[in-house]
């Protein structure tokens, strides 16, 4: 019986020995560091590469097999500490400075931490999403200033509070109500749900508006969970079990002045400012799960022997998985080109996209995060079924990748949302272009 660190095996052990050493997160790191050198400027692949190291160390040193009855969460400060909860920005503003950050460094951090474990990298991207409107409006407030630093060195976890249980992806009539104080606090109602982290959080970043169903009247607030009217239940999602989500009734929540982020009329500004690094991370992670499993499943197809012959040999395996591995190859380089554009951009207008050029990345956001999310559950369910059983046991990452693709089209809204922003984009686009 192979060493159990090598899998997350719970029941029997279902893949010989030989095969499951071979599929070991040092041999698919190999297999995506092959893939991506040929294309990966030497500051991303050295930056990927360091990633990979600490992943690896982690594992080994905390005998880590993956499987469900490890609490992810406690996983936290250690990343943290390490600078790998998020490379989005540099945080000097709270003492914490990187050497490499930014979209594409932040890529590079995904495309190994997602190699280590999915559903962990999953949940830091929910942190990155309370982290970046706490980081675009903290006003050097020290309030702010202490729960940024805290969600950026993994001292606690963060949310975002957007989607409620009657509104969905209609994001801007929201029913969750805030009521402006005298001293310039606001006092919160409502319910929201599906909130990646939220039981296990710390920080919520939430939304509300002055007026019930008004989006010109939504405001911003950072959000105490230990404060009072604060109550959340977990939902359970059995694709993604180690992952919490909530479901958050606000009773009464009152928000100090210190923690509003963008008074009456600001709320829904900053929600779509967000919109950009929200889905072009989420794309992240669709391509992250892509290569993933074909790390899996290439190294699997290649040992596992059927009528006396490799199995890649045949063509109804070969093929299908060269057609996989090209498509998944082909958005990663789209996407390191959108990110180091991004890059580019916030370097030379000082972290200020001007609002006609966001409104085109905004447009391209949601493009890539269509085709990776979409091209994520093909891929995965495909290298599962190249992989047989050994695909949808437990006794490797391959169940979880299969899972966690299915919900990524929903997350972050839904693929027909995108695909309403795409053609209402492609309407204006050609007014301008046809007189």
Not at 205 to 219: L, P
């Amino acid at each position: 019986m192979t060493d159990r660190k090598l899998t997350k095996t719970k029941y029997a052990q279902a893949i010989n020995d030989e095969i499951l050493e071979k599929m070991s997160l040092k041999n698919r790191y190999s297999f995506l560091n092959n893939n991506l050198m040929s294309f990966l400027s030497p500051e991303q692949f050295n930056f990927l590469k360091k990633v990979e190291k600490f992943c690896m160390r982690f594992e080994k040193k905390n005998n880590i097999t993956h499987s469900e009855d490890e609490d992810m969460y406690d996983w936290i400060p250690a990343f943290g500490a390490e600078g790998l909860i998020t490379r989005a920005h540099n945080f000097e503003m709270v003492d914490v400075n990187y050497d490499y950050y930014g979209a594409t460094a932040d890529f590079m951090r995904y495309l190994a931490m997602d190699g280590f474990d999915p559903q962990f990298a999953m949940g830091s991207g929910a942190t990155v999403l309370a982290i970046n409107p706490v980081y675009d409006h903290h006003e050097d407030i020290p309030q702010r200033l202490e729960a940024l630093k805290d969600m950026v060195t993994g001292k606690a976890a963060g949310c975002i509070l957007i989607t409620e249980p009657e509104r969905g992806s209609d994001a801007v009539h929201q029913l969750t109500t805030c009521d402006k104080q005298d001293d310039g606090s606001f006092i919160l109602n409502g319910e929201k749900i599906f909130n990646t982290n939220a039981p296990k959080s710390k920080w919520a970043v939430s939304y509300a508006s002055a007026e019930a169903n008004n989006g010109n009247t939504m405001a911003q607030f950072l959000v105490n969970t230990e404060w009072d009217g604060w109550n959340c239940e977990r939902v359970y999602i059995p694709w993604v079990p180690k992952l919490f989500l909530g479901k958050e009734r606000l009773e009464n929540l009152r928000v100090p002045k210190e923690y509003v982020l963008g008074d009456v009329g600001k709320g829904r500004e900053h929600l779509f400012e967000g919109l950009v690094p929200e889905r072009i991370g989420i794309a992240m992670g669709g391509v992250a799960q892509a290569w993933n499993a074909l790390a899996h499943a290439g190294i699997y197809i290649n040992l596992r022997k059927q009528f006396d012959k490799v199995v890649l040999i045949f063509q109804g395996v070969g093929f299908t998985y060269a057609d996989l591995w090209a498509r998944t190859s082909n958005i990663t380089q789209g996407i390191i080109k959108f990110a180091e554009n991004y890059d580019e951009k916030m370097e030379k207008f000082g972290g200020e996209i001007p609002g006609n050029i966001q409104q085109a990345m905004v447009v391209s956001a949601s493009q890539f995060k269509y085709q990776a999310t979409k091209l994520s559950a093909e891929v995965c369910y495909e290298c599962a079924n190249l992989m047989g059983g050994a695909g949808l046991c437990d006794n490797t990452l391959m169940h979880d990748l299969l899972n966690m693709s299915r919900i990524q089209e929903i997350v972050g809204g839904s693929r027909q949302i995108q695909q309403y922003i795409m053609s209402m984009a492609f309407r204006k686009l050609f007014k301008m272009s046809v007189p």
